[in-house]
């Protein structure tokens, strides 16, 4: 069955960001070429909304879709004058939007528009990102939500929401891959010519002095690393493959990465070990080894605190390419 995403297109919303989940969630195809996705784009009240670029927009779709949508994404508006990012309070006609949307549809926010689910309750008690330049803002205008700036995207099953710009295309293709597995969503990334998975969170993007530029940095050891990831990797291992001391090979590996070299590193084996459960036959054991979680027990450690699942169950999902 095809899964329908509907795109709510608030006033003063921002093109590029309007414009990501249709051309993410098109790109995807079955094994045949079948359509995956239906992707709408809606507004409140159906009639053409100004965007914050010299145009409007005019969908085809008013609040109606949403009442049938399996996916409803909100692209950020940049309008000063909107109370919630004064007040924290939707407009009323917002709020009735939002009304529309059938229980348990999977909600996706992109950049501010985190303060539009905030300010509706959803994310209360719940974890989130939004972009890092309006982070510590919205800390103070919703103390009830468990922000997270560092990352790309966070996803609570139901519920999620992405850092600022390009972190749209994140989690986007992450949905894919939730839903139909790495190997469609790889394919997407390719047929769009963005990476498949980006490396670090907003930290790698944080205002902050620029590092001298030299020819030590970290990335022919990252590289050299991912060759094996079924090996032991200590940080003095990494660090003197770089050729730096510990205490420089973190500082640096922070600044290009955004993250510590052991989260970077488990993130790598646990993504290597999700590509092995999805295309081979492997026990769990050997694919530990292979991966360098050394024990099966690690690995499912790992997956569920990561995924949500131990490895059988992810296995079983996505070993036929599409969720069952």
């Avoid at 009442?67 to 990012?85: L, R």
């Avoid at 070990?273 to 295309?279: D, G, H, K, P, Y």
Wanted: glycine share 8%.
């Amino acid at each position: 069955m095809v899964h329908r995403v509907a795109v709510l297109a608030l006033p003063s919303v921002i093109p590029f960001e309007l414009g990501i989940p249709s051309r993410i969630f098109t790109a995807a195809g079955g094994p045949a070429g079948e359509a995956l996705y239906e992707t709408v784009t809606c507004t409140v009240d159906g009639l053409p909304v100004r965007s914050a670029a010299d145009f409007a927009i005019a969908p085809d779709h008013g609040p109606e879709a949403l009442e049938t949508a399996d996916t409803v994404v909100i692209p950020p508006a940049h309008d000063d004058t909107d109370p919630v990012y004064l007040t924290g309070e939707l407009r009323p006609e917002v709020a009735a939007v939002l009304g529309r949307i059938r229980p348990g549809t999977r909600i996706v926010s992109i950049c501010v528009a985190s303060y539009v689910l905030a300010a509706a309750g959803l994310l209360d008690g719940r974890p989130a990102t939004t972009h890092w330049r309006h982070a510590e803002h919205f800390r103070r205008m919703f103390p009830k939500v468990e922000v997270d700036a560092d990352v790309l995207f966070v996803d609570d099953g139901d519920l999620l929401t992405s850092a600022g710009v390009a972190s749209g295309v994140d989690v986007c293709l992450h949905l894919i891959r939730r839903d139909h597995g790495s190997e469609i969503a790889n394919q997407v990334a390719r047929n769009c010519v963005v990476p498949p998975w980006r490396d670090g969170g907003q930290a790698q993007y944080v205002d902050r002095p620029v590092p001298v530029v030299t020819d030590l940095g970290t990335a022919a050891t990252r590289g050299w690393a991912m060759e094996r990831l079924g090996r032991p990797l200590t940080l003095e291992t990494l660090a003197a493959h770089a050729r730096m001391s510990r205490r420089t090979f973190t500082r640096r590996f922070r600044e290009e990465t955004g993250q510590s070299p052991g989260r970077w590193l488990a993130a790598q084996r646990l993504d290597a070990a999700r590509r092995l459960l999805e295309s081979t036959d492997l026990a769990v054991d050997q694919i530990a080894v292979r991966t360098g979680f050394g024990t099966g027990t690690s690995l499912r450690q790992h997956m569920r605190a990561a995924v949500g699942v131990a490895p059988g169950a992810y296995r079983r999902t996505f070993r036929g390419g599409a969720l069952q």
